[in-house]
């Protein structure tokens, strides 16, 4: 939005910021929601809701009225009154993916692959390209002697220390060597996307975050 049109709005009224955010903004965030919904949840059905949709939390609104519809307003939901209603899960932000990566949880890893190819529709080059743009960081810190988050965003040109203090620490967990590793399976991972192999693009993405989780591991 132009600067001069925000100002003017800034000035004569107020401005309320509806993004849903990330982690525990996003968790205040499905919690403010709730305070108002036509229906009350259990604490499990709202862990189940929150893990089910994801980022999309677009489809919160809808969701909630048809269960108002089918369970009457102001009826307590339970996990299992819940469950019907759910759909298909929703997408997951790319840090799930490379989070659970870097924790070397291969089973949570290949979930997030899964949802992030199914639910959010992204091509596996996509994908290769979050992953890519993860271990670059990494890479650019390696041997580069950034001792903080402050200092590693620097070196990055990201405006925020934390997502460079997550990328300083894990380049340190996986060292040189494993880093060096992880860099050639995303370049043979490349190659098999682009004709190299016979095997679906999903199969290789799960090659290649199994692998990368291993390694991990091994740092750990």
Known sequence: MPTV??????GA????DTSVGTGRARTRWLADRLKGAPVRLEAPAVARLADHLGSDMGRLVGLLETLAAAY????????????PFLGEAGALAPWDLT???DAGRTAGALAALHRMLAAGDAHPLQVLSVLHRHYQRMLRLDGSGVTS?????DLLGIASA??????LAQANRLGSGRLGRAIRLL?????DLRGATALPGETVLDILVARLSRLARQGR
């Open 5 to 10: 049109l925000s100002k003017a709005v800034a």
């Open 13 to 16: 009224g107020e401005v309320i």
């Open 72 to 83: 009457g307003r102001r009826a307590t939901v339970t996990l299992d009154d819940l469950e």
């Open 99 to 101: 989070d659970a990566v």
């Open 149 to 153: 988050p402050e200092q590693a965003a």
């Open 162 to 167: 934390f997502p460079a203090g997550k990328a």
């Open 187 to 191: 370049a043979e991972a490349d190659l």
